[in-house]
């Protein structure tokens, strides 16, 4: 429990630049360019940064998880859009993971909704991590960035 209320401490307010070297435009893969708090193509497709975060998914597709509609909601909100603050206490589970994780491989998981009392963490097999980045797309509620950022 400790580990993710550091993470969350640590979220980034400001956007990483190096990370340019490796985002796109998610509509035709062009290489993107900050501007104030918002990454452009040079189509001129945009996407906001919310506290340093970019928000890359497309405004027209359909979104098929609640968190995605959510985030482009707050990005629409400008550069100003914060996210709400954090508000689980210790030995406490977040109400979006216990309901992801009722989601988690169709109806496996759904008996342990509202009843969770620790965080299901897992333990993979890396080496020692050095300080590289880690990019898991579709993280879901963030199970395995949370075992990868354990390994450094």
């Known amino acids: 429990m400790e580990n993710i209320s550091e993470m969350r401490r640590s979220i980034p307010q400001e ?12 509509r035709d893969h062009a ?3 900050l501007k104030h708090s918002t990454l452009l ?9 919310v506290e340093g975060i970019p928000i890359l998914l497309l405004s027209e597709s359909e979104q098929t998880h609640i968190e995605g509609t959510r985030s482009l909601a707050v990005a629409e909100q400008g550069s100003s859009a914060k996210l709400p603050p954090f508000e689980v206490r210790a030995h406490q589970i977040d109400p979006f993971v216990q309901n992801a994780i009722g989601a988690t491989n169709g109806s496996l998981y759904a008996h342990l909704v509202g009843k969770m009392t620790d965080y299901p963490i897992l333990r993979l097999r890396l080496p020692p991590g050095e300080g590289k980045r880690f990019l898991d797309i579709g993280c879901s509620w963030g199970g395995w960035l949370v075992s990868v950022c354990s390994k450094g």
């Open 31 to 33: 290489p993107l360019a």
């Open 41 to 49: 193509c040079g189509r001129g497709h945009s996407y906001a940064l």
């Open 15 to 26: 956007f990483d630049q190096s990370l340019l070297s490796v985002l796109v435009c998610p």
